[in-house]
C-alpha cells in the first residue's frame, strides 16, 4: 500500500468516496474477540475499508451475502505445490474454490531439481495469480549428502533471494541433525534469514530432549508433529505448531488432542502434500477447518488458525482478518459446523470462485530454464542388470500406507554369472537414475512387496532430489520406461513387454505440468490403475507415490539413492548382500 | 545474535558445553501453552538455551529457586520515561526490582523540547542498561499548530532514525483528525513507519465511527481506551489494547469489562506516566498484573498480557516468554495470587534485582545537548500584567483530579488602566512562557479553582511544548519564579513574597533529573507540601500536575499556550474578556 492507495482508503472509511463493493446482510467473523457480528464490509482498492455505519453511503457495487458467514480467506501455512504435479496457476484454479487465498510454499523439489532457477520460475509462475503464494527458500538442497540433487545450495544462494518481498523466510529445516550439531553450513543459512528478519520454518522428527537445541535457532514451527506431547512441546518452546492434513499425511486428529482453548493462536493448518485428486473431491484447508470442527474445535478458532495466527506466525499484518486496511481476502460460507461449504471467494477485493467455481482465466507461464531436466547418461538394459556376491540379500519391504520401509531379508535366485532374476516371491529390482548431471549413477536395490510382475514402472518425481525411480522384474522394460522419460522430459510411466502402456508428462522440471488440474486427476488415476491392472502391483499401494518415497534416505529404515542402498540406523551405504 | 552465539548456545542445550547458571526448583511459566511446569532452566551468553533433561550435565552456577515462580520479565508497552521526572538510568533503577525489564518509551516531552537531540539523548542515555529500552520516534512534533514547541518534526527527520534497531516505529498518532482527514503530512510520517516494517502506535480519543478510517492506517495498538466498548472495537480492527495503569491514568479495571478469555491476547499492559513515588510505593506493571489478577484473570494470561503478547505486537521475538533462544530475562515471583511479590529479577541471565533492591550500579550520562534549554526573553514582571477591556471574563476551571478544565465565567476586578487586580476570589493568573526560541511569547489567561493566595508556582514541564508555565497573583513573584527555572535550567519553583521557597531542578531539558528516584519522590512531596501549605493551593489538587496539563490545548474545554487562551470547541484562540 502506498501513500496514495492509503488516502484514498481513508476518504472511503471516511465517507468521503464511494467504496469499490460493499457486502451487506453477513454474519461477520472478528479474529480478534473470537465472535459473530451482523453487520456490512466495505471495500476499496483490493482492501477492507470498515464496517459502514454514518460513514458509507455509497459504494459501487453491492452483493447481498443473504446472512452468509463472512471469514477472511484461508492461508496454507506449509505445502509444496510440486507435490500435485500442478503449476501454481493450475494450483491456485483448484485452490481458490476451497477458500485458500494464501499459501506459504516450499519450493523444496523444483530447487532441488533446478537450483535458483527453480525458485524464480517459481516466482514468476505464481505472481499475479489470485492466490497469494509466498515462497520458503528451500534451506537444505541437497536434502542429505548421500544423494546427488540438481544444485547445492549454500547461504550465498540464499542471501541472493532473500530479500524478496515474497520470500518470507527458510523453507523447513529438515537438517535438524546439522542444527544440533552446530554445522557451520547450516547456521550460516539460519544467520541469512535471522538477519533478514526473515522466519524460519521447522522440521523436526529427532528426539524430544533434542528440541531445545533445535529451538535455539529460531525455528518458528512445526509441521512434523505427530502427537499431542510433540505439540505442546514445541509450543512450549515457542514455536508455532501446524495441523496437517493433505492427501499424504494425517495428523491434524491426533494433534488436536493437545490443543485447547489455551494454546490454540498457536496453531495453524497445513496440507503439506496434496493431490489434484483430494482438492477436487475433498477440498483443501476448507478440509482441516471442517475436521477440526467436526472433533469439536470451537469453530471461530478452527477458522482462526487458517487466518489470523498463521498471518501472525508469518508476519503477513496486511491479511488474516477482516479489518480496515488489511486485505480484502475473504469467503462466504454457508454455515459454521462441520458440513461448511465454501460459497464464494473473493482475493484483493475482487470475486475470483463462487459455487466450486473459478471466475478468473488461468495463465500459463512458460517453463523455460526449468523445462525438461532429464539429463541420463548410460541407461541401457544392462545397466540395470543386479550382480551379487551371496544369495542372502537385504530387501527394501514396503509397509503399505506409510512412507517408512522394514528392512527385510530375502534368499533370491541367481544365474551362473551371479545376476539376479526373478522368481516366484514378491521382489523385484528398484533403481535410482541420476537425471541431473549426467553422472551415469545407477543405484540398485530389491525391493519386496510391490505386486509387480513382468514390466517396470518408473517417475522422475522421487524425494528429494527427484532423480529417476524405476521399479521392475525386465531389464529391457526399465530401460524404455527410463527413455520414455527422457523423451516426455519427466513424468510417470508403465512399460511392459518393451512398450510404454501409459505415461504421463510432466514438462516442468520433471515434476508438474501445466495441464488442468481436472485433467491431472483423472491421469494419475488412470496411470495407477493401469500399474496395478496390467503389472499386478497390489490395490493397497499407490504405485507412484510409493516409488517416490523410497528414494528419500533419512526415512527408516533403508532407502536407495543414486549412490547405492542407504541404511539409516547405520547413516550409511549397505551392499544388497547381506554376508559380504 | 550472531552466528558464534548461536553455535555456543547449541552446544549448550545440546550438552556439550557447560551453562552459565541454571535456575532450579522453580515452577516455570509456559506462556504458550498458558500452563505452569516443574524443573529447571539453563542459560547461556544471557540466552534460555533450554530446560535441562539428559543434555544439561553442568552450569558454572546454579541457583535453587525455592520452588518460586518463574516468569518472563514484563514489558511496558507504552510509558515516557520523563513523566517520571527520572533520567533513563535512574529509571531502570526504579523499576526493575518491580519485574520490568522492557519499556516501549516515547520520548515525546523531549523531542518537543530538543527535536532529534531529545531522541538521540535518551538512546545514548538508556543504552546498555539492565532495563531494555526500545523508543518510539514521537510523530506529533508539535502536538498541535497552536503552541510554540522546540521543533518541528517531518517524515523526514523520522526517516532518519526509523532504521535504528532500538526504534521500534511511530509514537503514539494522537494526530487522529489529521489521519482521518489523510492529510499529506500525517500520511508521510505513517509511511516511514509502514515502508520500514516498523510498528505504529495508536492514540484515539475520538467517536467510534471514525475508528474504521485510523485504523486503515495499520495503526497497531491503542493506550487511550476508557470503555469496554472501546476495547473491543479497537480489537475489532485488529489493534491491540493496553490495560493503562499508572499515576495519572487509570483505566486497568474499566477496561478489563471488555476482556474474556478470548480476546485476552490481544491486550497488553502500560503505565503511560509513572512517578517515582508510584514506582518506590505501589510498583509498576507488577501492579497492574495484580490488579487484574484480583479482578479475576487468570494470572498466566495476566502475565502473557504483560510479556508475550507485547512481544508479539512489537514484533520482539527475541524476547516475551522462557524459551530456547530467547533473552534471558526473568522475575522469580513469590506466588501468582493478588498479593504477588517479585522476589528477584535477572536480565540477559544477569542477577539485577532481589528483594525489591537494585544490584546494578547507576550510570550517569551527560545531557550535553539536552541541558538547560531555557531561551526565554522578556520576562520581568510587567510582561505578567493582564489588560483587559472587560471585567466579564472567561476563566479555566479546575475539575480537581481531571486534566479536562471547565470552561467559566466571572466578574473580575480592574484598576484604571484595566489592569486585572486579585480580588477575594480563587482565581489568579496563568502564563504560558514560551521558552525554546526566545520568541518572547507569553499567554496569559485566568485559572479558577487553584487556592493559590499570594505567591506563585511555576514548572518547566507542561504538555505537550513544555513551555514554562506559571500561575500566580503577583507579577514580581510570576517573575522571580522564571527566574529560577532559567537559572536552575528547568524544573519546579515555589516564590512567596519574591523569594524562591523551594525549587527543584530539572536539568535534563528542564523535564528530568540524574538524582535517584528516591530523591526526586521526595523533593516532589516536599515541594508539593510547601506549595499548598505556604500558598494556599487547595488539598485536592497536585499543585504541580495540575498545572502543566493546563497548556495542553486538545483536551476540553479551554486551556492556555504561549499564543494564547484556546477554546477546544471553537478549535481557536479567543480573548480572556468575554464581551469584546
Known sequence: MDKNQLKHLIEVASGRAPADLCITNCNILDVFNKEVFQGEVYIADGMFAGFGGPFFPEAYKTVDANGAYMAPGFIDSHLHIESSHLSPAEYSR????????????????????????????????SEGLPLSVFLQFPSCVPATPFENAGAKLTATDIASRIDNPRVLGLGELMDFVGVCNA???????????????????????????????????????????????????????????????????HDLLNLLEGVDSKNAERCLMCTDDCQAKTMLEIGHIDNNIR?????????????????INAATCFGLSDRGAIAPGRRADFVLLSSLDKD?????????????????????????????????????KDYEAKRFALKLKSENVRTMKILPGSVVTAMSQAKVQLDENGIWHRNGDDIVKISVVERHHGTGNIGIGLLEGFGLKGGAVATSVAHDSHNVIVAGDSDKDMEVAVGELVRLGGGM???????????VQHEIAGLMTDLPGEVVAQKLASIQKTAREKLGIHDDIDPFMTLCFMSLPVIPEIKITDMGLFDLAKFGFVPVELDI
Request: proline content about 2%.
Open 340 to 376: 461448511m461449504k465454501v460459497l464464494d471467494v473473493y482475493t484483493a477485493g475482487s470475486h475470483v470462485a463462487s459455487s466450486k467455481k473459478y471466475l478468473v482465466q488461468t495463465q500459463h507461464v512458460s517453463p523455460e530454464n526449468v523445462s525438461g531436466k532429464m539429463n541420463i
Open 493 to 503: 510411466v508403465v512399460v511392459k513387454d518393451g512398450k510404454v502402456l501409459e505415461s
Open 183 to 249: 554445522d557451520d553450513a547450516v547456521l550460516e543459512k539460519i544467520m541469512v534469514a535471522k538477519n533478514a528478519k526473515k522466519v524460519i520454518d521447522g522440521h523436526y522428527l529427532g528426539l524430544l530432549h533434542g528440541l531445545d537445541a533445535y529451538s535455539c535457532a529460531g525455528i518458528a514451527n512445526d509441521h512434523e508433529c505427530a502427537t499431542a506431547e510433540d505439540l505442546r512441546a514445541r509450543i512450549r518452546r515457542g514455536m508455532y505448531v501446524l495441523l496437517r492434513q493433505g492427501t499424504v499425511c
Open 291 to 307: 475436521m477440526a470442527i467436526a472433533a469439536g474445535v470451537d469453530p471461530i478458532v478452527a477458522i482462526s488458525m487458517a487466518t
Open 94 to 125: 483448484l485452490v481458490i474454490p476451497c477458500g485458500t487465498t494464501t499459501v506459504v510454499a516450499d519450493p523444496h523439489e523444483i530447487v532441488n531439481v533446478c537450483g535458483v532457477d527453480g525458485l524464480d520460475y517459481m516466482l514468476k509462475a
